[in-house]
């Protein structure tokens, strides 16, 4: 499974890069918004830091026309960014275009399997189902994956299941259990995978054993 920090912060894609495990970086204009430096500057230096990582960068046209144009733009500036596309009629039908094209898409904003099915249809390169989104309104975010899946499965669908929006360990285990591609996460959330608390009391007994190791 690939995991990717869900992130414009340069400091954070630094430091989990730097644990050797993180496939890419989902980017979104809430994320931009809050970085506090120009888009296209910022996007740049994202690219440089990880010039071999996924890296989605997000449309904000709404129209045919106006995604399309944005799409050209992103990639003429980063030829392997992969175009985060909402998941509306306007943005599968420029979907189905770029995806011609061989620009890779990330259709974002997912919450039904029959969106997901849409975009796969229109050639998406991944589909991103925004768990934590549909559990906070009391629905189930991770059998939207699960259907996803089902469906994919049935039709030899070849898009991706990018499982985003996922606010515990315990969705990333589930994503991974179901057969997602790709998790996308917080940093807080990404280094909390690497913790157990059995890790840390089985670790504080071996080095206190080895303290006490007899020496002659
Ligand atoms: C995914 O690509 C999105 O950027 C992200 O997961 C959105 O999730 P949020 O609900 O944490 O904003």
Redesign the pocket.
Known sequence: MKL?L?TANIEEIREAKSWGIIDGV???P??VAKEGTKFEDLIDEIFELFPDGEI?V?VTATDFDGIVKEAHTIVEAHENALV?VPLIKEGIKAIKVLSEEGIKI?T??CFSAVQAMLAAKAGATYI?P????LD?IGTDGIQLVRDIRQIYDNYGMETGI?A????TPKHVLQSAVIGAEVA???FEIMEKLFHHPMTDSGLEQFLDDWENRPVK
């Open positions: 990717f869900d989902t980017t979104n809430s994320h989605s997000e985060k990330n974002t904003l991103s925004f768990v934590g989104r906070a990018l985003a929006a996922l606010r996308t996460m917080n």
